[in-house]
């Protein structure tokens, strides 16, 4: 990836980057959660905080397992500062877009969002990997991470709720 790099690149790699996380995902994560609590919809409030703030532990807590090194190929792009594995980029994206999902799953929304979401995943993860800050396992293992909690946070919370986190009356 290295070899593409150009300052345009640099600039629009920097900027997913930001999106996928502090500008972009950390916000929409707040919003989200913001919005349903408006409409005073607590069950999906709640998947909401559950998901989105347990996998920013559950990513703590893996890389303080791991403290694997980012690569040093070349010079990166971007600091980062702590451990590689997992992607927080990676996993927190990844864990909106399947919240996101799995909340607009009953509605028209379901498959523009699916489409756009993938792309937004793919995205993020390449600009992590352009930057130079992670290995291509690091990505994969945040995406994989963030499935995992998410469809077990989603059991949880549907099991709960006899059986469905969504109606399609909820977002529709």
Same mark, same amino acid.
């Given at each position: 990836?290295?070899?593409?790099?150009?300052?345009?690149?640099?600039?629009?790699?920097?900027?997913?980057?930001?999106?996928? =996380?502090?500008?972009?995902?950390?916000?929409?994560?707040?919003?989200?959660?913001?919005?349903?609590?408006?409409?005073?919809?607590?069950?999906?409030?709640?998947?909401?905080?559950?998901?989105?703030?347990? !996998?920013?532990?559950?990513?703590?807590?893996?890389?303080?397992?791991? /403290?694997?090194?980012?690569?040093?190929?070349?010079?990166?792009? $971007?600091?980062?500062?702590?451990?590689?594995?997992?992607? *927080? =980029? /990676?996993? *927190?994206?990844? $864990?909106?877009?399947?919240?996101?999902?799995?909340?607009?799953?009953?509605?028209?929304?379901?498959?523009?969002?699916?489409?756009?979401? !993938?792309?937004?995943?793919?995205?993020?993860?390449?600009?992590?990997?352009?930057?130079?800050?992670?290995?291509?396992?690091?990505?994969?293992? *945040?995406?994989?991470? /963030?499935?995992?909690?998410?469809?077990? %946070?989603? /059991?949880? $919370?549907?099991?709960?709720? *006899?059986?469905?986190?969504?109606?399609? $009356?909820? %977002?529709?």
């Amino acid at each position: 990836m290295h070899g593409w790099a150009s300052p345009g690149l640099d600039r629009f790699f920097h900027g997913v980057s930001a999106i996928g =996380h502090e500008r972009g995902v950390i916000p929409l994560d707040v919003l989200l959660l913001v919005l349903l609590s408006i409409r005073r919809r607590w069950r999906q409030a709640l998947f909401v905080l559950v998901a989105t703030a347990g !996998s920013g532990v559950l990513n703590w807590l893996v890389k303080m397992l791991f /403290a694997r090194e980012r690569p040093q190929l070349w010079p990166a792009l $971007t600091d980062a500062h702590n451990a590689s594995f997992p992607s *927080g =980029h /990676a996993m *927190g994206s990844f $864990t909106l877009m399947l919240v996101l999902l799995i909340l607009a799953w009953p509605s028209r929304w379901r498959y523009p969002l699916l489409l756009s979401a !993938s792309g937004f995943i793919v995205l993020v993860g390449l600009s992590r990997l352009y930057l130079g800050v992670h290995w291509p396992s690091d990505i994969v293992a *945040g995406w994989l991470l /963030a499935a995992s909690w998410v469809f077990a %946070i989603s /059991a949880c $919370t549907a099991r709960q709720q *006899g059986g469905e986190l969504c109606r399609r $009356t909820d %977002i529709s």
